[in-house]
């Protein structure tokens, strides 16, 4: 097919072009030709347009990633300028550039100062790649190689490369070939759907307590770290009962393991802090980061590491074979500056904590908490999801929830807004710089749709 200027392609011309050549992500690609794709072509602020010229909200940051929103012209520009001066060059051969450095003095002013250096990745399941490696690493040098298993948990997410994969805890992903040896599971904190008659603070403690039932099976010799996301996010936006985190961080100190958290999407000020962790109050010794360090609009990632890691691999590690391309890109990490001096400065992590973030969680709870459909609601900052539920009374989830919640999704589409369905919850996560009149279109339109699943159910 002769290529043509993209204003002059028919939203059908785009469809069969896509078909021809593309597999995307977590779908059936025979009924998606069938169906066609939705075609974006355009971003700006807090909204999408799509090629026949209708305009969405997003309610789910593209990926939980662009949490400045779409065009930002400092951003853009931050690029521009970088590419002008140096549009590429590795950190292999003894080298660094000026972006990695002053990213890296920012990135490190901005957390815990129990944290000290990173390894800088294109993605979060590269970051989760490259975690696997250099806790087994750390392991070595300090003289316990025996410490090699990873524990994660059932229905995390980590990732969709193959270590990625086997640590997270999606099972149809592991029988699609995506599990790995030394790899262990535990249950995930899900009260709502697991917690039967415990009170969610009974089975906080006991989903934590699995963590060292499962170190005592394996030996504590042999496991080398446990990861986790501060709350689930593929999994459904699950944020687990108050007791959950303190006692996990416990076992770890206990047995010698190390706490691994999986901020990519927690992270850069979703929670109304700058990290996830810092929400839920414990201190994990490994940081995996993405999505919101450059707002999305270039590919960047990293691993950071805390001081006694970091410590013990470079003065005692000698060579410590990784290394990627794409490692700390210039025009990424200029992106990444602009990003994190933007939220630092214009106070986007702070008023998400003291104003949009309470706006948003108060006004969910006003509008949805009676709703016929919505058993629980859980969220904090600017993230959220809505549990369904058959009966409230008994908490008993829908037979084909995954139906119902991918019905609610696929009418909010109609209504103009992005929310996404993970089985029975219906999951948003607006970016940082939505308004309070942003807020009320989304959870306006999110009303509506869910009203509209609700009477297709003769439930309305």
Known sequence: MKMQSND????????????????????????????????????EGMYLWDSEGKRYLDGMSGLWCTQLGYGRRDLIEAASRQMEQLSYYNMFFHTTHPAVVELSE???????????????????????????????????????????????RWNGYHGSTLAAT?????????????????????????????????????????????????????????VAGF??????????????????????????????????????????GRCGEWFAHQHFGFEPD????????????????????????????????????????????????????????????????????????PYL???LRELFSDHPLVGEIQGTGMVAALQLADDKATRKRFEKEDEISWRCRTLGFEEGVIIRSTLGRMIMA???????????ELLDKTRRAMDRTAQSLGRG
């Open 166 to 222: 086997a640590m997270g805890g999606m099972k149809f992903m592991h029988e699609m070939g995506g599990m790995l040896p030394d790899i262990a599971h535990i249950d995930e904190p899900y009260w709502y759907a697991h917690g039967g008659d415990m009170t969610p603070e009974e089975f906080g403690l006991r989903c934590a307590r699995q963590l060292e039932e499962k170190i005592l099976e394996l030996g504590s010799d042999n």
């Open 8 to 43: 002059s392609y028919s939203t059908e011309v785009w469809q069969t072009m896509d078909a021809a050549h593309h597999i995307h992500a977590f779908v059936d690609q025979k009924k998606l030709n069938a169906e066609g794709p939705r075609v974006i072509v355009k971003g």
């Open 430 to 440: 607006p970016a940082l710089v939505a308004s309070h009149a942003e807020i009320d």
């Open 227 to 268: 990861v986790a996301e501060p709350f689930q996010g593929a999994g459904g936006m699950i944020f687990p009962p108050e007791s959950y985190w303190p006692e996990i961080q416990r076992i770890c100190r206990k047995y010698d393991v190390l706490l691994c958290a999986d901020e990519v999407i927690g992270g850069f």
């Open 361 to 363: 969680q108060r006004c």
């Open 106 to 152: 920012l990135l490190f002013s901005l957390l815990p100062g129990r944290y000290s250096h990173v390894v800088y990745t294109n993605s979060g399941s590269e970051s989760n790649e490259v975690l696997i490696r250099t806790v087994r690493r750390f392991w070595q040098v300090v003289g316990k190689p025996s410490k090699r298993i990873m524990i994660g």
């Open 286 to 357: 490994t940081v995996s980061i993405a999505k919101g360090l450059t707002s999305g609009y270039v590919p960047m990632g990293g691993l950071v590491l805390s001081r006694r890691m970091a410590e013990a691999l470079v003065e005692q590690g000698g060579v410590f074979a990784h290394g990627l391309t794409y490692s700390g890109h210039p025009v990424a990490a200029a992106v990444a500056i602009a990003n994190l001096k933007a939220l630092r400065d214009e106070q986007i992590v702070e008023r998400v904590k003291t104003d949009t973030g």
